[in-house]
């Protein structure tokens, strides 16, 4: 099982002191720690800083190597990350299909997410250092920073459950027969005529044929039945009022 602790992000040559911080950032967020930056083409300062937001502790540790194969001396698995297609990029893979490979590993080991520069992306000799190489279907380039948060959010974001959010309840069919049942005889007592000379039970059919594509949950078939009712007891008290 893929593991957020046991994967690295490693940034090769890097340009902008704005994107390390960003991708720093982003990493705390998804719970890696572990940056390695080859021979990066700027120096960590207040500005890198500054993006990195919270994440100050991961670029006091993070490492600085000359070359992509120290980087990745100790990982089990690389995947190289680039937008262009060619000969030595014959096989792209999704994020989504990467996932599903290290998710089915029992123990995939360590993971590297390698990300090229700025302007010019991987270079040849980084791409044959990647076991797969992976893309992200966008219409032009995107930003370092994205990408790697785009990366850290598919393989750790998106299964993970969100606060507050409850399961859904449908409600069964005899919940939902009850209440179709006393909506039309409120309807009935509401005179609601039927269109286009369909009868009561016909118009019936229909607004449960709406119900049962809503795919109601229980609470929004309690609200609906308390609704007509409300009507229904609204209508009788205008009735009494007027016939006295």
Known sequence: MLEAIDTSIILCSPEGEANIGGAARAMMCFGTERLILVNPRCQLTSTAYNWACHAHHILDSCRQVDALAEAIEDCNVVLGFTRRWGKRRHKLYSLEKIHAELEAHPQPGKVALVFGNEESGLSNEELEACQRLVTIPTQGSLNLSHSVSLALYELFGRQRPIPGAYAKKLADAQRR????????????????????????????????????????EEWEVNYLAGMFKHLYVKFQNLSHLQES
């Open 177 to 216: 027969k009850l209440m179709m049942q006393a909506i039309g005889q409120y309807l009935q007592a509401l005179g609601s005529p039927p269109q286009r000379g369909a009868s009561s039970l016909e118009e019936l059919g229909k607004l449960a044929d709406i119900f049962d594509r809503a795919q109601l």
